[in-house]
T-cell receptor, first 114, second 115 residues
């Protein structure tokens, strides 16, 4: 079965400093991987996705993630945090048995201080 | 397009009552998904439809839960009877096609509290 592990439940950064949210995946197939963001009391929004094309994926709002097969990782980064980045971030893998089925990580809450 | 629309946004009900959650997908999307989010279990897929037909309901927790999609623009998730452990945020999502290349668009969710 496919799964993702988000290594930190909370990450705190100061505005203007880099962001790193860590995600490791487990998959017996070549996976499709995603990062979704959830702002308070809102639905989820797709940040970026990896579907076996370029290993460095650029998303919205300056975020990017690198697929590293040797490390089974798909970490999310941003060079400079903004206050509006404060939210919950989910690493997600799609189930190859049914690509429509997404398996979500437990989430990482990003806190950004002034 | 207004995006995925869910109603109500908040629902408070007493144990044993029937609860109906509603979803209007984005026009033209032929996949619809129902998810549940809790602190204990995170985000779980309950059921999804393709062209109004239920494809996989293996995530539905028990017979008290049922979902229907009578037409391409409307779906319901019903809990009867409701229990306190059903308290959660329920999300509806839709996508244009299946497969990883097609983004799932999420609604704002319905926060259900069963007392």
């Amino acid at each position: 079965a496919q799964s993702v592990t988000q290594l930190d439940s909370h990450v705190s950064v100061s505005e203007g400093t880099p962001v790193l949210l860590r995600c490791n995946y487990s998959s017996s197939y070549s996976p499709s991987l995603f990062w979704y963001v959830q702002h308070p009391n809102k639905g989820l929004q797709l940040l970026l996705k990896y579907t076996s094309a370029a290993t460095l994926v650029k998303g919205i709002n300056g975020f990017e993630a690198e697929f590293k097969k040797s490390e089974t990782s798909f970490h999310l980064t941003k060079p400079s945090a903004h206050m509006s980045d404060a939210a919950e971030y989910f690493c997600v893998v799609s189930d190859p048995a049914g690509f429509q089925k997404l398996v979500f990580g437990t989430g990482t809450r990003l806190l950004v201080s002034p | 397009d207004a995006g995925v629309i869910q109603s109500p946004r908040h629902e408070v009900t007493e144990m044993g009552q029937e609860v109906t959650l509603r979803c209007k997908p984005i026009s033209g999307h032929d996949y619809l998904f129902w998810y549940r989010q809790t602190m204990m279990r995170g985000l779980e897929l309950l059921i999804y439809f393709n062209n109004n037909v239920p494809i996989d309901d293996s995530g539905m927790p028990e017979d008290r839960f049922s979902a229907k999609m009578p037409n391409a623009s409307f779906s319901t998730l019903k809990i009867q009877p409701s229990e306190p452990r059903d308290s959660a945020v329920y999300f509806c999502a839709s996508s244009f096609r299946g497969g990883a290349d097609y983004e799932q668009y999420f609604g704002p969710g319905t926060r259900l509290t069963v007392t």
